[in-house]
Each structure stands twice: as structure tokens, then as C-alpha cells.
């Protein structure tokens, strides 16, 4: 995606403290239906990783969370 520079953020501290702030996000899948939004609240674990990990939680009942545990039992993760 491109960013103006003037809009562009690259310090790690800055943007773990607005995901601390602002912790929703909006996932858009497209399914079967067509587009369907939802949106799932974020935690951003600061002290994993080199830029820290982003986890969100979906709940497996949702439309999503079926079609991302299938996904997950095809390919699991390495």
C-alpha cells in the first residue's frame, strides 16, 4: 500500500501505542455470501518478536472463524 511520506510512521513505540489505543479492527473476508465486515478487538504483545505480534480474537462460531479453523486444519501453520 502506498504512504505519503507525510502520513508514514515508522517508530514501533508510536504504533504500539495507538493499537494500545485504539485496540478494534475491521476484518473483511470474502466468503461464498460475498463481502461480509467484522470487527475483533487486538492486543499487541510488545516484548515478542522483533517488532512485537499483533493478536486478535475471532470467535470460531462466526462465518470467519469457520472458514480460518478449515483453513488452518488444511494448512497448518510450520
Known sequence: MYIP???EETRVDIMHELIRAQPLATLVTLGPDGLN???IP???A???GAHG???GLLATGAPEGMEMAQL???NPPA
Open 5 to 7: 511520506k507525510l502520513f
Open 37 to 39: 465486515a467484522n470487527h
Open 42 to 44: 487486538l492486543h499487541i
Open 46 to 48: 510488545s516484548d515478542t
Open 53 to 55: 505480534v499483533i493478536e
Open 72 to 74: 488452518m486444519k488444511e
